[in-house]
C-alpha cells in the first residue's frame, strides 16, 4: 500500500475557526468529489486536529501545518497518476485558493510498512525525518525496517505506550505532479505516524531514559533531523474507504 499524505497551511486571510470550518466542511468534500471518481484511490482519510493542545506537547512538538489528507493507493504509479488526475480540476483550484495556502504545503509518497497494529489510539503523531548523513537510502530503509523496531522492543518504556507505529517509507519516483493549488509535492524519504491513548504519552516516551539510552542512539543510525514535517491527530475521518 502506498500513502500520499498532505500536510496543508492555512490561508493567512482566515481566523484558525474560519480555516477549520471551511476546511473540514468545504474543501475536503470537495476533493472527496473528484477523489471519488478515480477507481484505483482505495482510502481517503481526513485528520483533525485536537480541540486543546497540551501546553507541553505544543512546546516539544510544535505541529507547523493546519490539516492533513491522506490518499491512500495500491501502487506507486497509481498514486502518481491519482493525484495528478485529481489536480486537473480547477474548480478545486478555485476553492482551495480561499482556504489554504497552498506554496506552504508539502505533499510526499511514500511506501506503508506497519511495524506495530494500532491498538487504543486516541490520538497520531506524523512525524517526518531525513536519511543520516553517509547511509544510503535503500539501506536507510532497510535498518529501519528490520532492525529498529527490534531495538525499540528492548525499551519497554518506549514501545509499550505505542498504541500504533506505521513507518512510511519515502518514493522518490515516480514523482507527484499536482502543482500547489494544495500543497507543493517533494521528497520526503522517512515518516512515522505513532499512536498514543493520551497526548502526554508522546512526552513521557520522549523524555523516557530508555529512549535516551537506547532507542535514540539507534535511530541515527539511519535517520537524522531534518525539516520539520508534524501532525498531531485527535481523529481520523475516513471521508472515502
Known sequence: MYRVAVLVKQNAHLSAEQFK????????????????????????????????????????????????????????????????????????????????????GVAWLARVVPSKPESGSHFKFLAAGEVAHGVSLEDAHKYWRDTHPVVAQTAPEVWGPLTRYTQFHGVPAPQLEMGDWLARARFVPMCSDMGFARQRGFIDVYTSKQYADIVRPDEEKFSRPGEMLAFISAEERDVLA
Open 21 to 104: 470550518t471551511r476546511w473540514l466542511d468545504g474543501l475536503v468534500p470537495a476533493i472527496a468529489v473528484v477523489a471519488g471518481k478515480n477507481p484505483n484511490l482505495r482510502r481517503l482519510v481526513m485528520n483533525i486536529a485536537p480541540a486543546e493542545l497540551d501546553a507541553e506537547v505544543a512546546r516539544v512538538f510544535p505541529p507547523p501545518f493546519d490539516g492533513l489528507l491522506e490518499f491512500w493507493f495500491d501502487s506507486a504509479e497509481d498514486a502518481a497518476a491519482g493525484m495528478k488526475e485529481i489536480s486537473r480540476d480547477t474548480q478545486l483550484h478555485a476553492l482551495a485558493a480561499t482556504i489554504v495556502d497552498g506554496p506552504a
